[in-house]
């Protein structure tokens, strides 16, 4: 089983020519209301690729978070419904190209804490990995990821949005999956290379920067392609990656294997409008015979 912590949002998402410049208003294309926040993305993903998964975090009781659930296709029973708290949403351009620009809101996700520590505790017992990424409180991940630790589960961390991570948590970390942005961001290294060789002497076991289209680099030496697909927003893509990583990991596949898989899944989910409905099957994956 693989135990999810981490965000869950609505997003609101308005498709566009191109993205604006700064101060620049465009007229919009399309508007929809999907799922979205990168716990709740990854979760879907985890289960659409046919593992059994636990998500842990927390919405509002408000239109949003009923919205929020009900677009989830996995047991709820782990959320907590916050009366305090208004719904994390996200507000997503995504551009003709597939580009995207997204900017989040946490709501009741900045209220994630005792709660959920309490509800990870037990989750642990029988998980194989933990997944958590940044749209949660940072004590949080640094007590889960000390949790997981002392639980001997290895534990995959996707840093977005990217904040500076705590020694105790890099050192906790089995697994780093930032983009190349973020992989700079985190360690001052625009050649993800040297990025990813700073990562892993900083304790991280094993880091894999994402590359989008050209796939991923694996401990700063293996670079693994991505299958080449038509790509019409790249919203959720790296959530597609953990999630395909955490359930090839949690299979005993090896890793050249569960990257592939990784880029495989990226790749499907470029391939749909949305977050949550573009996340592919492990149908859609098999059938497009890149692992």
Known sequence: ???????????????????????????????????????????????????????IGRVGDDELGRRALAALEIDTSLITVDPDESTGVALICVADDGANTIVTAGGANHAVGA??????KSALYEADVLLV???????????????ARNASVPVVCDPAPVAPLPASVLAGLDWITPNAVEAE????????????????????????VTLGADGC????????????????DTVACGDAFDAALAVSLAGGSFVTEALRHGCAAGALAATKPGAQPSLPTRADVDRLGFV
Do not use: C, W
């Open 133 to 147: 990424q940044l749209e949660i409180p940072m004590p949080v991940v640094e007590e889960a990821v000390a949790l």
């Open 1 to 55: 089983m693989i135990v999810v912590l981490g965000s869950i949002n609505v997003d609101l998402v308005v498709r566009v020519p191109r993205l604006p410049l700064a101060g620049e208003t465009l007229r919009g294309d399309t508007f929809e209301t999907v799922g979205g926040g990168k716990g709740a993305n990854q979760a879907v993903g985890v289960h659409r690729l046919g593992a059994d998964v636990r998500l």
């Open 217 to 232: 680099l694996y401990n700063g030496e293996l670079h693994v392609p991505a299958p080449k697909v038509e790509a019409i």
């Open 185 to 208: 961001a985190l360690t001052g290294y625009a050649d993800p290379a040297r990025a990813s060789r700073a990562l892993l002497d900083a304790g991280v076991r094993n880091v894999v």
């Open 115 to 120: 709660r959920e520590l309490d509800a990870l």
